[in-house]
C-alpha cells in the first residue's frame, strides 16, 4: 500500500464516520431534541453534510481524480456543520467528526 492510497483510506474511513454520525444524530438526537436543533437551516446543513460525505467516500472508492474536487466540497461542508452544531450545542460527536473528516479531506483535495 502507497503512502497515497493510506491517506485516501483515511479520508474514505472518516468520511463514512462523519456520514453515519450526522445521520444519526440529525435523525435521532435533533428531531427529539427539537427547538434549535430542528431549525431548518441547521438540519438541512447536518443532511447535506451527511450526503457529501458519503458522495465524497463513493467517489473515493471508484478512483477517480474527481475526488479532489469532492473532497474539497466536502472540507467546506464539513468545517460549516462543525461550527453550526457548536453554536446549536450538545452535539460533540458530531463537531468532532465533522472536524476531522473536514481536515482529511481538505489534504486529500489539495485545498489548504
Given at each position: 500500500m502507497?503512502?497515497?492510497?493510506?491517506?485516501?483510506?483515511?479520508?474514505?474511513?472518516?468520511c463514512?464516520?462523519?456520514?453515519?454520525?450526522?445521520?444519526?444524530?440529525?435523525?435521532?438526537?435533533?428531531?427529539?431534541?427539537?427547538?434549535?436543533h430542528?431549525?431548518?437551516?441547521h438540519f438541512r446543513?447536518?443532511?447535506?453534510?451527511?450526503?457529501?460525505?458519503?458522495a465524497?467516500?463513493?467517489?473515493m472508492?471508484?478512483?477517480s481524480?474527481a475526488h479532489?474536487?469532492?473532497?474539497?466540497?466536502?472540507a467546506?461542508?464539513?468545517?460549516?456543520?462543525?461550527?453550526d452544531?457548536?453554536?446549536?450545542?450538545?452535539?460533540?460527536?458530531?463537531?468532532?467528526?465533522?472536524r476531522e473528516?473536514?481536515?482529511?479531506?481538505?489534504?486529500?483535495?489539495?485545498?489548504?
Amino acid at each position: 500500500m502507497t503512502h497515497q492510497s493510506h491517506d485516501m483510506q483515511a479520508c474514505i474511513d472518516a468520511c463514512l464516520a462523519c456520514y453515519r454520525t450526522c445521520l444519526s444524530t440529525a435523525m435521532h438526537h435533533c428531531l427529539e431534541a427539537g427547538g434549535k436543533h430542528t431549525e431548518p437551516g441547521h438540519f438541512r446543513l447536518m443532511t447535506a453534510c451527511a450526503e457529501m460525505c458519503r458522495a465524497s467516500a463513493h467517489i473515493m472508492l471508484t478512483g477517480s481524480d474527481a475526488h479532489r474536487h469532492s473532497c474539497a466540497a466536502c472540507a467546506q461542508i464539513c468545517a460549516s456543520c462543525a461550527d453550526d452544531c457548536e453554536r446549536v450545542g450538545g452535539m460533540e460527536d458530531c463537531v468532532a467528526a465533522c472536524r476531522e473528516c473536514a481536515r482529511l479531506c481538505r489534504e486529500m483535495g489539495g485545498v489548504q
